[in-house]
């Protein structure tokens, strides 16, 4: 049987399974069967910002009322109609909570494909299926894949700006995964402290991790507290939080990057704050820039040695809880919504 899992956009809590039927695919296109997708925050933000200017629910159109939320993960081809993509091949790439994703592939000369078909998103990262020979780090792999490249590009920001003068990394919502990618490749450079802003709850675990020189609770940040020139990296889009961090940096921020939601009733738009004005970072077009100037071959091989290494480190403090069917894909769902899934837990699920 095949389904299309659908949320209700006046209460994204609220979950239906609906049949879809798998029509005869026209000639140029390919049947996925959804293998397996990872939940997180990342995905909830996807489900917030539905109907944002960013249109996440406009990827995988659902019926009126509802939307089919985005997930990341592996697939392989149950049907082709194309000839350069073969019926058994895998890939990773941006999929609906379904059983299925018909697709218009248009093959990339590396291998992968852009699916010609999909108009809804804003960059070609949203279309792009990469070749997925089975590993043993899948799992990490459909958590993390989606997430370190906005990490591992932030890194390289953090360099630019100690090059600048800057001594002070300053980073909220410290215990999500792509915050720990971005703590960990920083552990590995010296020059500057990084401080971990993070809830109370999560404070002990955040610590154990051993990337953050410093760790911080968002109730016990003081005010003018940072001795050094700072910059910040965001990942809640609190006005609260981020509040918080700026009278505790004081004069010395010098700039700030909102990288993340984590504030389930963010906006989209950044907070007016008494200091530097956040500038959204959009990790597809900061990498597409990168891979322009350091050219596309030089810059994947780096990132995919510094995203092996972490993947296997992960082990050390992520579990990976799999489940599968509809009702265990929207129950991983709400509790990453509600924000009660431990960070030392990655959801993967099969549908
Ligand atoms: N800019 C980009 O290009 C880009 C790329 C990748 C990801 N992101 C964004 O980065 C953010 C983190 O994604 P992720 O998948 O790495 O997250 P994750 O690992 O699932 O994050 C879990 C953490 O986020 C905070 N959090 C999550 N839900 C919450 C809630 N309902 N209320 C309060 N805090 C909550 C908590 O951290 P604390 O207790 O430490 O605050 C929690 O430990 C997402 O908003 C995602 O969209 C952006």
Redesign the pocket.
Known sequence: MSWDLVIAKNDLTSHEVRPSTLAPLRPGEVRLAVERFGI???T??YALFGDSPMQFFGVFPGPDGYGRVPVWGFATVAESRCADVAEGSRFFGYLPMSTHHTVTPEVLPGGGFVDSAQQAVPHDWYRTYEVAPQDELDDRRALLH??F??SFTLAGFVGQQVAGGVKSILV????????IGLADLLSKQDGFSVTGI??G??KAF?QGLGFYDHVVAYDELGADAVADPAVFID??NSAERMGAVYRHAGARLSGTVL??????SASFAPPELDGPAPQL????AVEQQLMAEQGADEYRARYRAAEQEFLTGTKSWLVVRNGSGPDAIADAFRT????E?P?SVGAVLRP
């Open positions: 997180t925050t990342v909830a933000t989606p997430l490249p906005c909220s919502s410290a215990s999500c995964k792509t915050a993070t809830s709850r999560h955040t990942f809640t990288a993340g939601f984590t504030n389930p970072y959009f990790t597809p990453v919504l509600a924000g899934q960070p």
